[in-house]
């Protein structure tokens, strides 16, 4: 007797326990769905919010030549690239940046998107792209989703020599300095930003105002 009851004890049990189940999971699932989207979605907030400090830093930089600040970009999710006021619509434009993270970009000259978020023709821009799978600007469809363009600054750079974090590739050379062009994924390879202090200088070489950053070390 003792041993049936104990047998109706446990298919008791496992029955409520499926019944838990089919009645909880689809809440569960949900609720870590929510926080799940929260999480990513306050990512992609914090990239946005700190490109525009990232702006704000760079016309900052004008006045004070110098100074590092915290930044983060999302890793795997976006690209910062700055477009000197020389480069233009042609993708043969070797003022233009080009990317070095992905094969198919490393022969391809970014044109500079004008009229597009907020970048202007005659005016150097910082804009925000989505990192796509793949080459990412091979070809015209990778828009970006915002931009910020400055009337003082002629050139953005890196110096030479930063670091594969950077993955800017044609260089330009000022001061008997090489300078290659601005380009910074979350994720390049084996390399992510994350969230670290960037260096920014501000340097003016004949007239020309020259815009570069750097890792702060």
């Given at each position: 007797?003792?041993?049936?009851i104990?047998?109706?004890?446990?298919?008791?049990?496992?029955?409520?326990l499926?019944?838990?189940?089919?009645?909880?999971?689809?809440?569960?699932k949900g609720?870590?769905?929510?926080?799940w989207?929260?999480?990513?979605?306050?990512?992609?907030?914090?990239?946005?919010n700190?490109?525009?400090?990232?702006?704000?830093?760079?016309q900052r930089?004008?006045?004070?030549?110098?100074?590092?600040v915290?930044?983060?970009?999302?890793?795997?999710?976006?690209?910062?690239?700055?477009f000197?006021?020389?480069?233009?619509?042609?993708?043969?434009?070797?003022n233009c940046?080009?990317?070095g993270?992905?094969?198919?970009?490393?022969?391809?000259?970014?044109?500079?998107?004008?009229?597009v978020?907020?970048?202007?023709?005659?005016?150097?821009?910082?804009?925000l792209?989505?990192?796509t799978f793949?080459?990412?600007?091979?070809?015209?469809?990778?828009?970006?989703l915002?931009?910020?363009?400055?009337s003082?600054?002629?050139?953005?750079?890196?110096?030479?020599?930063?670091?594969e974090?950077?993955s800017?590739?044609?260089?330009r050379t000022f001061?008997?300095q090489?300078?290659?062009?601005?380009?910074l994924?979350?994720k390049?390879?084996g390399?992510e930003?994350?969230?670290?202090?960037?260096q920014?200088?501000?340097?003016?070489?004949?007239?020309?105002?020259?815009?570069?950053?750097?890792?702060?070390?």
């Amino acid at each position: 007797m003792g041993e049936k009851i104990s047998l109706q004890f446990i298919i008791g049990i496992i029955l409520s326990l499926i019944v838990i189940i089919f009645v909880f999971f689809p809440f569960a699932k949900g609720i870590f769905g929510f926080l799940w989207g929260v999480f990513f979605r306050a990512e992609d907030e914090a990239t946005f919010n700190n490109f525009q400090v990232l702006s704000n830093n760079i016309q900052r930089v004008l006045a004070e030549k110098s100074i590092s600040v915290p930044y983060y970009i999302k890793s795997g999710s976006y690209i910062l690239v700055g477009f000197n006021k020389d480069c233009d619509l042609g993708t043969k434009n070797r003022n233009c940046p080009q990317s070095g993270c992905s094969s198919g970009d490393k022969k391809y000259y970014i044109p500079k998107p004008i009229g597009v978020a907020g970048c202007s023709l005659n005016k150097a821009c910082l804009c925000l792209f989505r990192d796509t799978f793949g080459a990412d600007f091979e070809g015209e469809d990778n828009l970006p989703l915002i931009c910020n363009s400055f009337s003082h600054i002629d050139y953005f750079g890196v110096r030479d020599g930063e670091g594969e974090l950077f993955s800017g590739r044609n260089k330009r050379t000022f001061l008997n300095q090489e300078y290659k062009s601005f380009v910074l994924y979350g994720k390049c390879g084996g390399y992510e930003w994350g969230a670290r202090d960037i260096q920014i200088t501000h340097v003016t070489v004949d007239d020309k105002s020259l815009v570069l950053f750097g890792i702060n070390q």
